[in-house]
């Protein structure tokens, strides 16, 4: 009996008409598509419990909306296009009242490469014990995308914030300045979120993100990916006051030479110390734990200077603190950096592991 099927069409010419066991397959439960689009009216649409769809073209929303309709038992939807077919209002698609209830769905991956597709699914499908939730896409209109993406996530924002409040760690990785991948990255059973987004600036980020969490009684943790230190974006993050950064990996290897002047010198970034209004010394991420700079082109002179910028000795701090000035010196740390047998290396090596602000240090590239 027919259970689960694999359609893959992309070396057929045209568009070929899908007829899979002339419509009727009623033991069918896991359906792949690949480049194919879909049957209307198709009987073999109807009792699935994983649905997966990808296409480079844009797909028609009602016939998307409908899987929902007919597979009640559906566990896992999964959608690759390039967007919807109809180009109904987005804003409209976003205050609609959810007209149809998913109960079984648990995973749900829509990654097209225009957004009003996520919010025509997400404003119209109520999904209550959904765990698992995957977007992705590329924004044009950057604030009335953002705003209606915002409307869209409403029933999956208490969600997130619960995520949030449990303690676990989010990720952010930076692969551009306008290419932001956000995750929460924690092992439980909770609720688990992936929004990867293109064409936005950092500081939209940032005011989607606020929203979206709204107010908590702490900062949640945040690990940063930066695959190059570009010098406005490390600036902008070492400002923020949402998460509290405890984890920072640089994943940049050998920048083209149009970006040199743009790249920050981290080691001399974190190392740099700030002075407030009260006299008050801190350093950018004053919370940081783990650095990775295992993929990174530095110096290991540079990072140990950074550490002696970074840490003052005790019968320092004890002195500034005697004439009134407050030293809030950050957490010791977890080094990485890369292997190397380069001459001389190796004093420097020992010299990282002695220094009284490194907790521990590891050679070699992470799993990040």
Request: contains cysteine; glycine residues 6%.
């Given at each position: 009996m027919l259970q689960s099927i694999e359609v893959n069409l992309s070396e057929f010419e045209g568009e070929p008409v899908l007829n899979i066991a002339a419509g009727v397959a009623k033991e069918l439960k896991h359906v792949t598509l690949e480049d194919a689009t879909l049957p209307e009216c198709s009987h073999f649409l109807h009792g699935l419990e994983t649905f997966s769809l990808t296409n480079n073209a844009s797909v028609p929303t009602r016939e998307i909306l409908n899987i929902f309709a007919q597979n009640p038992a559906l566990r896992r939807f999964e959608l690759l296009c390039e967007g919807a077919e109809d180009h109904s209002n987005p804003t409209a698609s976003a205050t609609q009242q959810l007209q149809r209830v998913a109960t079984s769905l648990e995973q749900v991956i829509i990654l097209p490469d225009l957004?009003?597709?996520?919010?025509?699914?997400?404003?119209?499908?109520?999904?209550?014990?959904?765990?698992?939730?995957?977007?992705?896409?590329?924004?044009?209109?950057?604030?009335?995308?953002?705003?209606?993406?915002?409307?869209?996530?409403?029933?999956?924002?208490?969600?997130?914030?619960?995520?949030?409040?449990?303690?676990?760690?989010?990720?952010?990785?930076?692969?551009?300045e306008y290419h932001y991948h956000w995750s929460n990255t924690s092992e439980d059973e909770g609720f688990q979120f992936s929004f990867e987004w293109t064409g936005i600036s950092l500081e939209s980020l940032r005011e989607w993100i606020r929203g979206l969490i709204g107010s908590v009684e702490s900062p949640p943790k945040l690990a940063i990916i930066l695959y190059t230190p570009l010098r406005d974006i490390v600036a902008a993050l070492g400002e923020w006051n949402e998460f509290d950064v405890t984890k920072l990996t640089i994943m940049w290897m050998d920048p083209s030479s149009e970006e040199m002047d743009e790249v920050v010198s981290l080691p001399g970034f974190l190392g740099d110390v700030m002075v407030d209004s009260i006299g008050a010394l801190s350093w950018r991420f004053p919370n940081l734990r783990e650095l990775d700079l295992s993929f990174a082109e530095y110096d290991l002179s540079e990072?140990?200077?950074?550490?002696?910028?970074?840490?003052?000795?005790?019968?320092?701090?004890?002195?500034?603190?005697?004439?009134?000035?407050?030293?809030?010196?950050?957490?010791?740390?977890?080094?990485?950096?890369?292997?190397?047998?380069?001459?001389?290396?190796?004093a420097l090596i020992t010299a990282l592991k002695r220094h009284w602000g490194v907790k521990s240090l590891q050679q070699g590239e992470s799993d990040t």
């Open positions: 957004p009003p597709i996520i919010t025509q699914v997400l404003s119209q499908v109520s999904m209550p014990n959904c765990k698992y939730l995957e977007l992705a896409a590329t924004f044009t209109e950057v604030g009335d995308d953002l705003r209606v993406l915002d409307q869209a996530l409403a029933q999956f924002t208490p969600r997130i914030r619960e995520a949030l409040s449990l303690g676990g760690r989010t990720r952010l990785s930076v692969e551009s990072v140990f200077g950074m550490l002696n910028k970074r840490y003052l000795p005790d019968t320092y701090v004890r002195e500034m603190n005697g004439l009134g000035i407050p030293i809030q010196t950050p957490p010791r740390i977890d080094l990485r950096v890369q292997n190397t047998t380069e001459v001389g290396d190796a």
